[in-house]
């Protein structure tokens, strides 16, 4: 089999369309960037504060500097600048993602569902979020749609670890539903007593 993998290439753009950045902000954005790669958080975070008051918009660094606090543990602060991205762009599909991400980490899995299902909403080829779906609904039970979710991450990414762990949990998905639905047969047929044989009446 030949692989296949399209996350969509227009997930990761910084801004929409046709909107451009004030002066000085795209420099500053690249050197936090930067101080991120050289494991220079506070001094990233330090850029991202000096980019948003410039631009209160720029959903980017709201995204960036929520994730150096995710990475940190600080759920809560991550949470509230996801959202301000949200607000920022609301087409901007990786801060549903991100969004999606934490509250799944604060265990809050309905509002963690509705980010994800937004961000597949706004770019359905978005493989990782089918992902994250397919474990959020698994945690709540519902087999249905965690199955619905594993089949279109298979087909947006078919290869590697990830894609043998989602075929592995179709697998077993379909093998509790057809158990399910043995048990549910089971219990408008008793079994007859004595004898395996059907009659006639």
Request: net charge neutral; with cysteine; proline share 4%.
């Amino acid at each position: 089999d030949v692989c296949s993998s399209d996350p969509g290439s227009d997930l990761y753009s910084l801004r929409r369309p046709g909107v451009a950045a004030p002066s000085g902000v795209q420099d500053r954005f690249l050197a936090a960037v930067q101080a991120e790669e050289a494991g220079e958080r506070q001094r990233a975070i330090l850029l991202y504060k000096e980019i948003l008051e410039i631009d209160a918009e720029y959903a980017a660094a709201y995204i960036n500097m929520g994730t150096i606090l995710f990475h940190q543990r600080n759920y809560a602060l991550a949470e509230e600048l996801y959202r301000r991205a949200t607000v920022a762009d609301p087409s901007y599909v990786l801060a549903y993602f991100d969004l999606g991400n934490v509250l799944d980490e604060l265990q809050r899995p309905d509002e963690s569902i509705t980010a994800y299902l937004q961000a597949v909403t706004l770019a359905p080829r978005y493989a990782d979020a089918h992902y994250n779906l397919a474990l959020a609904y698994e945690r709540k039970g519902d087999r249905r749609q965690a199955l619905r979710h594993w089949q279109a991450y298979l087909r947006l990414d078919n290869c590697g670890p990830w894609a043998d762990h989602a075929r592995g949990q179709i697998r077993k998905l379909i093998g509790r539903e057809k158990l399910a639905i043995a048990s549910r047969a089971e219990s408008f047929i008793p079994p007859s007593k004595g004898t395996a044989a059907l009659k006639l009446v």
